[in-house]
């Protein structure tokens, strides 16, 4: 027992903690969207797929001996694929099919380990189960995601702060050498235990029917419903409410809890109490949709409370329609291709289809629905028709606010990297303001009318730190400005006749719309260049642009991507500077502070940090809060007009680790 359940332990674990190491290191190649780590997911979810489908094939074709050589062999040529370390040569092309390129990236640098990791907790529980003649194999795949959970939850407290992802995945690659060898030796005593032959079950042993076609569905549909539910109410904590790349930990991490409690034991899933619950999480995700205003606490709280219910009853109603221990193996398989299902649809299918988050809606009516078919059997006929006409009812509440999504807004789109939405609203004074989202946060507003058109609005209005900084260079000699993250367009205001503004924006949509539903472009005097990629990684492939000044404006949601915040971004920046030229960073957030990280990458480089925090009178109808940070050299900090000079300047916080490609902390800069 104690050789299996390591083994199991030991994969389930590496299982998990692969999957923040490579999804980090990829991130940047894929502009630090979130949609890199829900396609993560749904590349995961295949693998285990494929694993259990592997396993299922092993179990009814081959003899137990067999199993094991073939098993043995596989395992042996995965560690020859090892480290697992993304090749950097598909970051050139990363942007121009970012979903698929994604799956390709994973599938070349973690593929085949990932895959063997995958087999084993299924794989062990059979051998398990044959070699000893027990009735209890599920108890190793609850003993499988306690570890998962353990692996997931370490990774940002234990690892992530204290080690570089060069040494993460080298680390990682030798403890899988570790884990081929505990599988050898778990192979090898299940060698001993078993016979040549294929399994045949004695003609005295109480037979085992098949499980019918219904079952197996019923089996997938509740699977998918799960995964479906956690990666639709990820992408909304992650993206809309808080998007903290932390958030991912919390879902999963319920999603993972539900699995130990209900496989451990049947009496984890209270029926009667989860079912009473079941209402009141749906209650509650119907008031997290509508919009109602709330703190963010009392919002994630809600919404972990109702994943935690809908997950209970999933995988509850799983547990207690498993089937005998001769079709654990199918079993599996039908859970696993449940999964990969509702990650495929939110990961893939989802945002080639729709043009706003319907994922969500559709997930909870499916909820609602497959326990109505679980309990159908065990109502009475009075009971039924109740709960049909309370589902149609649901249905109903769900399509309106699913309608909501899009009805309120002039143009909504979506793709890999979010969704946008033009909306306008109308202003007393000053007459119909236009506004960019991407998610829930404003990304550039402009006033229609004529006489206000180009008055440069929000985090980038004349008092703030960037437009401080653009008047300052104002004069007789044109400039050459950079900038990282369209918008809107919104400082293309402050270029002037013979200027030139390079404005690097990864998402082609954000550019259609910044020229179809904004004039800033159109009516700039400056000479406006726009270059489709991630702003650094074309940085990186351009000669040096001598910018007067360069902006670093590139958001996804409500955060800046960290890679364009480490040191070796800055030295790309500066490499594109002129000597006195001025590097503005753009770090308004409601969720992260980031003036530690760019003190101490400032300090690392020997440059000036000083910083513009502007707070605008509540009459302001053009500012926005907006913290801006500007980098230059010594020299040119002496220079500064007396106004700027009166800003603070930032110094390190003592003890914090500047951050690097290889390493960054981002629970050392929570708010």
């Known amino acids: 027992m104690i050789s299996f359940a390591t083994t199991v332990f030991l994969s389930a674990f590496l299982l998990f903690q692969i999957q923040p190491i490579i999804a980090k290191m990829i991130l940047p190649w894929f502009g630090g969207s979130s949609s890199v780590w829900s396609t993560c997911l749904v590349f995961f979810q295949a693998e285990l797929l494929l694993g259990y489908l592997y396993v299922h094939l092993l179990h009814e074709l081959l003899s137990p001996r067999r199993q094991n050589v073939v098993h043995c062999i596989l395992l042996i040529l995965s560690a020859a694929t090892l480290p697992v370390i993304a090749d950097p040569a598909w970051k050139d092309a990363a942007f121009e099919n970012p979903t698929w390129n994604v799956l390709v990236v994973l599938a070349a640098a973690v593929g085949m380990p990932y895959l063997l990791l995958s087999t084993t907790g299924p794989l062990m529980q059979a051998w398990y189960a044959r070699t000893f003649n027990s009735l209890m194999p599920y108890r190793l795949y609850a003993l499988s995601n306690l570890a998962s959970m353990i692996a997931l939850l370490s990774y940002p407290v234990l690892v992530e702060p204290y080690f570089e992802l060069h040494d993460q995945a080298m680390a990682w690659s030798a403890a899988y050498v570790l884990f081929v060898v505990a599988c050898l030796a778990s192979a090898r005593l299940s060698w001993q235990g078993v016979s040549t032959e294929r399994e045949r079950v004695p003609a005295s042993a109480e037979p085992t029917p098949r499980p019918p076609l219904r079952e197996c569905l019923l089996w997938i549909g509740l699977a998918m419903t799960a995964s479906l539910l956690l990666l639709a109410m990820t992408r909304h904590l992650t993206q809309d409410v808080a998007p903290v790349p932390f958030l991912w930990v919390l879902p999963l991490s319920i999603y993972l809890l539900s699995f130990i409690l209900c496989f451990d034991a049947p009496r984890y899933y209270y029926r009667p109490g989860f079912l009473v619950a079941l209402p009141l999480a749906f209650f509650a995700l119907d008031r997290v949709l509508d ?21 209970m009853v999933c995988h509850g109603e799983l547990v207690r329609r498993r089937p005998p221990v001769r079709h654990l193996t199918l079993f599996y398989l039908m859970l696993s291709i449940g999964g990969a299902l509702g990650g495929t649809f939110v990961g893939l299918v989802a945002p080639a289809i729709f043009n706003a988050y319907f994922e969500l809606p559709i997930g909870l009516f499916l909820c609602a629905a497959l326990v109505i078919v679980v309990l159908w059997r065990e109502l009475q006929p009075r009971w039924r028709g109740l709960l049909l006409l309370a589902l149609l009812a649901y249905g109903y509440r769900l399509g309106g606010i699913a309608v909501g999504y899009v009805e309120d807004y002039r143009l909504v789109q979506r793709n890999f990297y979010g969704q946008l939405r033009i909306a306008d609203v109308t202003d007393d004074d000053l007459g119909v303001k236009r506004k960019m989202f991407h998610g829930r946060v404003n990304h550039g507003e402009q006033f229609l009318s004529p006489e206000y058109r180009r008055q440069p609005t929000a985090y980038y ?23 990282l993250g369209l918008g809107a367009g919104t400082l293309a205001t402050y270029g002037r006749q013979g200027d030139e503004m390079r404005m690097y924006e990864i998402n082609d949509q954000v550019v259609d719309l910044a020229r179809s539903e904004f004039s800033y472009l159109a009516d700039s005097a400056a000479t406006i260049v726009p270059v489709l990629g ?66 101490a990458a400032a300090a690392q480089l020997g440059m000036t940090a000083l910083l513009f925090d502007l707070e605008p009178a509540d009459d302001d109808r053009f500012c926005r809060h907006s913290v801006w940070a500007l980098l230059m050299s010594p020299e040119r900090a002496a220079t500064l007009p007396k106004a700027m000079k009166a800003s603070e300047t930032l110094t390190p916080r003592p003890g914090f680790t500047v951050w690097t490609d290889s390493f960054s902390n981002l629970l050392s800069v929570l708010q």
């Open 534 to 599: 991630d702003g650094r990684l074309m940085l990186e492939r351009e000669p040096p642009q001598n910018f007067d000044l360069l902006a670093i404006d590139a958001f996804s949601g409500d955060s800046i991507p960290t890679h364009l915040l480490t040191l070796e971004a800055m030295q790309a920046y500066l490499r594109h500077m002129k000597s006195d030229g001025l590097l503005a960073v753009h770090i308004t957030n409601r969720y992260l502070d980031l003036r530690p990280v760019v003190a």
């Open 461 to 483: 209005c004349q008092h703030s730190g960037i437009g401080q900084a653009l008047r300052s260079l104002a004069g007789e000699k044109p400039l050459k400005i950079g900038i």
């Open 291 to 311: 919009g109602s205003s709330m703190d963010v606490p009392v919002l994630v709280a809600l919404m972990s409370f109702s994943l935690f219910v809908f997950c």
